[in-house]
């Protein structure tokens, strides 16, 4: 089996300049299903952290909600995204997960800790080590929220062409639920979403099978 290749900081910047990357920020189908996952978590006056932000998305969603939201990534181009996505109304912290410690980099802790592609661009032993270090600024009763694709889904077959340069491990359902239990953390929720690519499509559990994206939310 090859050996993941991390993506360096060229690539993001590539392509979160690109057009594709301008469409990502758009409300797709995709997004409103993870919107109304995460809905329950979401509450005026708690802290998020929007962690490998992207486009700024999900930042702006936060804020909108009247979450004081911090946004990170290590892509400039992402945090210059997600800038002009938020209005400059996200903290925005340049940080590499692996080997800045959010502890000393970001004030607080954070209520909702929430991430959609960050994993799956990193080896198993990395990935405990991202973890980790976002538990290291989790709120007492506070939740971590993964995002992640799923290695059974068709997408899987086209996704190399929209994105080039990226190489990404995608998940099972049970590798994602290891993550968080090997970690001491407890699975609250669990599942997957966007199985067709259309407004309607089939989810609950033909979705934890061929869902698009896997998510699970884990606390402490």
Not at 18 to 37: P, Q
């Amino acid at each position: 089996m090859p050996e993941l290749v991390t993506p360096k900081d060229s690539d993001w910047d590539h392509f979160w300049q690109k057009d594709k990357a301008k469409e990502a920020s758009d409300v797709s189908w995709s997004k409103r299903r993870i919107l109304k996952v995460i809905a329950p978590y979401v509450d005026p006056g708690k802290k998020a952290l929007d962690a490998g932000c992207g486009s700024g998305f999900f930042s702006k969603y936060f804020i909108e909600n009247g979450m004081a939201t911090t946004a990170v990534d290590f892509s400039q181009g992402a945090l210059d995204s997600t800038r002009q996505k938020t209005g400059n109304r996200a903290r925005l912290q340049k940080a590499e997960l692996l080997k800045d410690d959010l502890s000393k980099v970001l004030s607080g802790w954070f209520d909702v800790i929430f991430s959609d592609g960050l994993f799956e661009h990193f080896s198993p032993l990395e990935q405990d080590k991202i973890l980790n270090n976002l538990r290291s600024v989790l709120n007492e009763n506070g939740v971590i929220i993964t995002f992640v694709p799923n290695c059974l889904s068709p997408w899987e077959l086209i996704r190399p062409l929209y994105m080039p340069g990226i190489d990404e491990k995608p998940f099972t359902l049970k590798q994602l639920i290891d993550l968080s239990t090997r970690n001491h953390l407890e699975v609250i929720a669990h599942g997957g979403v966007n199985t067709l690519p259309f407004s309607v499509s089939p989810e609950g559990k033909i979705a934890e099978y061929f869902g698009m994206l896997l998510y699970t939310i884990s606390k402490e």
